[in-house]
């Protein structure tokens, strides 16, 4: 144990005397955190809109005054006929054309349907996304209105998606993203970084001609990055309480367990890159393009899954961290328990220990 | 300062902030000379190499390097000499044709000198089977001897060597120090550091670093006389301990 | 015996780099492999550490079978890779610290083996070991090696890119340690460091061309060795290599070794027909043989 804890204690002059590699590890989810919480936002905020309304009756009138009224639009053009749109488009005011079709009041009380057609500017992709986003949830918002007062109380409409982020904050979907990715680049590309630099250094021969046994230097290894991990995940989890004030809807200590399971797993993918790389630079390169570029871009933390390409969604299913963030979504955002969750969490298990056993089945004792 | 030596330095500083690596050395280097550089680790000959290169600037003092200034026409130094070290010399993951193509290509040899000259360099050492071979699968006397070959493409008059025989084998070595004498035979200045002393005796003249300043500068046989001894190894001995 | 390898043969893919080796050494021995680079001097240090297994043969060390008795062999031996493999980051005392606690000692326990060497750095204790010169790393790693009190000690080119001054030093301090009882195997390419070995195999290309004392590799020197000198040096080399009763012609320092290939071989020959090729200050005597013409004459 003794000797356990002196290879512990090394670690931590490793780690405590590197100083840009320390200033990273901390200051980076700060600034990653910040960073996706005021910077790169998916929120609008008074996006120039027109109007084309082929009924002009009480409904569509309504529905206008409520679109005018959100903080989100503001209605800069009323277009007369659908000539008119591309020019509006072109001109570059605009953003999004609402399009109402004719008699839409009377169509929606006798056929209870009736079609608006959101045009948005798709140059820009994200913003065209969300601002449909925008108006369908307006839009529900006032059917659910209508709904209450015409109809009688037994037709109830399913809560819509908003309903978890009211206030269509979207710091709220980046938290668990960013906590995600900064806990995946700290336990994995760190811990492969710290072991394969010893067999670059070469000490890693002494330290196998030593009476410690693998298993000792391994863990050894481990132990400090668990718990640089752990304080990362409160940073930012603390940042998200008292910057953003985003609330953690379920159990501090589900997530706490949680982000810990997701840690061993994500060193023992770091372990596991460290039994294949013989040099610092392969270990960065494997953990930066093998596991952060899947993380960022493959767990539904900035694209969401359902549109994907049924390929990706399949390979979307192998990545640790896209069960990981259903798990920490649900818990913070949802407030729902591990009866919600078990199925994620047995999927980290399993995937967890399958990585350490290949793990301990790839480990050498010897050079080669 | 104008000059008919290959070398010719003058007061030659470098200080890192309070540290001085290289003291206020001077010497001379004549052409056709093979000049040996010797010094304990540490001593300040590396310092003093990279300042000759023309890759590291003097705090003071002057030096030209085939009446170049190193300070200020550091491009023509560059142009003028070979170099080759030990830790560096030729790129293990291409062949010995692509390095020399390479090399060839970096000090503005054309295409077609680049041929006769790979031809020449792979008749002269004899390794028409190996030319296409990565130079890492080489054995590393024939990777020294290869990367001297390779410092000699543009015909330099000055050859800097920092310990290009560390670690290779006995008769090998012996081929290189032939390759050197048929250099300076030719009329090339010779710049060598060494950690064997037997190999500091086949240098005309030899000069001994200790602490940033040169203790000791003569013919390997003068210096066993002043300090009465019978091998380099004894002198260099003598000289770095007593100052130590 | 201590050590003891039996036809150990290892392979890389095509390359053969252990070539059905077998040495043996008693037990406070200071023993030297001595080979140019390449020859497979780590590969064997590697074996005998139990970091490879070999592809044939058996060895073992203080009477443990390298490859079944690996642990324990690597309780009781101590080792020193080729390049300086100490945390660079970590301070001179902490390194020492660390070693001594990962084989379940301390420094104060063993404190008499190393301090013949420590004092020598004690007083830098407290600078990270990346920024000591080369013969204070070297003596750091030799302590750190040392720590645990190890029955044997395997030091892998212990003095390469180390300066003479430096060097001797450290041979000095491994004649002190031998002292101690601990056996010592050492590899190393200068030739000139053999002589301060009990027993010394010379090894290239994977094989050992020869194990015998210092002096006993001297002795077998087959033929009769002259210094020959004049002032013109290329031309002598390449005239010697065109003259009809030459063996071999190495420079040496300032002389040239050369071995005629006849008995009958006078002095006066040569010196005559150097002075046909206008060769001016001439010199030929006998000389005693040295490590390194053995070690040439076998290779060649």
New interface residues.
């Given amino acids: 144990m003794?000797?356990f804890?002196?290879?512990i204690?090394?670690e931590f002059?490793?780690i405590l005397?590197?100083r840009r590699s320390l200033f990273i590890l901390f200051g980076m989810p700060i600034a990653q955190v910040l960073l996706f919480g005021f910077a790169i936002t998916n929120e609008i905020n008074n996006v120039d809109i027109a109007i084309l309304d082929h009924s002009k009756d009480a409904t569509t009138k309504e529905i206008i005054a409520k679109i005018a009224a959100s903080e989100y639009f503001s209605i800069k053009q009323i277009i007369p006929n659908e000539a008119a749109i591309e020019p509006a488009f072109k001109k570059g005011h605009i953003k999004a054309v609402l399009n109402f079709e004719k008699d839409f009041s009377k169509k929606l009380i006798t056929e209870n349907k009736a079609t608006l057609q959101i045009l948005t500017d798709a140059t820009d992709p994200n913003t065209a996304n969300t601002i449909s986003n925008y108006t369908s949830s307006i839009l529900k918002n006032y059917q659910q209105d209508l709904n209450k007062a015409a109809q009688t109380s037994y037709k109830i409409e399913p809560k819509v998606r908003l309903a978890f982020n009211p206030e269509l904050k979207s710091v709220f979907m980046f938290v668990p993203g960013v906590m995600t990715v900064i806990l995946m680049l700290v336990s994995a590309m760190m811990t492969s970084i710290s072991i394969t630099r010893e067999k670059e250094?070469?000490?890693m021969?002494?330290?196998?001609?030593?009476?410690?046994k693998p298993f000792q230097v391994i863990i050894g290894k481990v132990v400090p990055y668990i718990l640089l991990a752990v304080v990362n995940a409160v940073v930012i989890i603390l940042l998200s309480l008292f910057v953003f004030k985003m609330p953690v809807e379920g159990s501090l200590f589900l997530l706490g367990a949680e982000s810990i399971l997701f840690i061993i797993n994500a060193l023992s993918l770091g372990i596991l890159i460290s039994t294949l790389a013989r040099t610092q630079q392969t270990a960065m390169m494997v953990s930066l393009m093998g596991l952060m570029l899947p993380v960022i871009l493959l767990s539904g933390f900035i694209f969401p899954i359902s549109s994907m390409p049924l390929p990706l969604q399949i390979i979307s299913n192998i990545i640790p961290a896209k069960w990981f963030i259903i798990i920490i979504k649900g818990i913070m955002l949802k407030g729902v328990g591990l009866d919600f969750i078990w199925k994620e969490t047995l999927i980290l298990i399993g995937m967890t220990l399958f990585f350490i056993a290949i793990s301990i089945k790839k480990y050498k004792?010897?050079?080669? | 300062m104008n000059t008919k030596n290959a070398i010719q330095v003058e007061n030659l500083t470098k200080t890192f902030g309070a540290f001085t690596a290289v003291n206020n050395i001077s010497f001379h280097v004549g052409k056709g000379e093979v000049f040996g550089f010797l010094g304990a680790n540490g001593a300040g000959k590396t310092t003093a190499m990279k300042m000759l290169i023309g890759i590291l600037k003097p705090s003071s003092g002057n030096a030209l390097v085939a009446n170049f200034d190193i300070a200020t026409q550091a491009d023509s130094v560059k142009k003028s000499i070979g170099y080759m070290s030990q830790r560096f010399s030729l790129y293990n993951d291409l062949t010995i044709k692509e390095n020399i193509t390479f090399f060839g290509g970096i000090y503005g040899l054309n295409k077609a000198d680049i041929k006769t000259k790979t031809h020449a360099l792979i008749d002269d050492l004899g390794l028409h089977d190996e030319a296409n071979k990565l130079v890492g699968a080489l054995p590393l006397g024939w990777k020294q001897k290869v990367a001297f070959s390779v410092s000699l493409l543009h015909d330099p008059q000055i050859i800097f060597l920092d310990e290009p025989t560390g670690g290779v084998d006995p008769i090998t070595r012996r081929q290189f120090w032939e390759m050197i004498y048929r250099e300076a035979d030719k009329g090339k200045t010779i710049f060598v550091t060494t950690h064997y002393m037997d190999e500091a005796e086949y240098c005309n003249r030899v000069s001994i670093m200790v602490e940033g300043k040169i203790e000791a500068l003569d013919t390997p046989k003068n210096l066993k006389t002043t300090y009465n001894a019978d091998s380099m190894d004894q002198v260099f001995l003598k000289l770095a301990r007593n100052l130590a | 015996m201590s050590i003891i390898v039996k036809n150990i043969s290892k392979s890389y893919k095509q390359v053969k780099a252990l070539d059905n080796i077998s040495l043996e050494v008693p037990s406070g021995e200071l023993f030297g492999l001595i080979g140019p680079d390449g020859a497979g001097k780590t590969t064997l240090f590697?074996i005998l550490?139990?970091?490879?297994?070999p592809n044939e043969g058996t060895a073992s060390v203080t009477g443990y079978d390298i490859v079944k008795d690996?642990?324990s062999i690597?309780?009781t031996?101590g080792?020193m890779?080729?390049?300086?493999?100490?945390?660079?980051?970590?301070t001179v005392e902490?390194n020492l610290?660390?070693?001594a606690?990962?084989?379940?000692t301390t420094i104060e326990e063993n404190y008499d083996l190393i301090r013949d060497i420590y004092v020598q750095i004690e007083p830098f204790k407290n600078r990270r070991a990346g920024r000591l010169s080369g013969g204070m790393k070297q003596k750091l790693a030799l302590s750190?090696?040392l720590i645990h009190k190890p029955k044997v000690l395997f030091l892998d080119e212990p003095t390469t890119g180390v300066d003479p001054v430096s060097r001797k030093e450290f041979w000095e301090m491994l004649k002190r340690l031998q002292e101690q009882q601990i056996t010592i195997f050492v590899s190393t390419p200068y030739m000139d460091e053999a002589a301060l070995c009990d027993n010394i195999a010379l090894i290239t290309n994977g094989k050992i061309l020869r194990i015998d004392t210092p002096e006993g590799i001297k002795a077998s020197f087959p033929h009769k060795i002259y210094k020959v000198k004049s002032t013109k040096t290329f031309k002598l080399i390449q005239d010697l290599g065109a003259y009809e009763q030459t063996h071999s012609a190495y420079p040496f320092g300032e002389y040239i070794h050369f071995t005629p290939n006849t008995t009958a071989f006078r002095t006066q020959d040569l010196t005559h027909f150097l002075k046909e090729n206008h060769h001016t200050n001439i010199e030929v005597f006998e000389t005693g043989p040295t490590i390194e013409d053995t070690f040439m004459e076998l290779s060649d």
Avoid at chain 1, 205 to 212: A, G, M, R, T
Avoid at chain 3, 49 to 53: A, E, G, H, M, S
Avoid at chain 3, 81 to 90: A, E, I, M, T, V
Avoid at chain 3, 101 to 104: A, M, N, V
């Fill in positions: 003794k000797r804890i002196g290879f204690q090394k002059y490793h005397r590197d250094l070469g000490t021969e002494i330290l196998l001609v030593s009476p410690l004792i010897r050079l080669e | 590697r550490t139990t970091l490879l297994l690996y642990k690597r309780n031996v080792y890779p080729g390049r300086f493999s100490l945390y660079q980051d970590l902490e610290r660390f070693f606690t990962i084989f379940g750190c090696a």
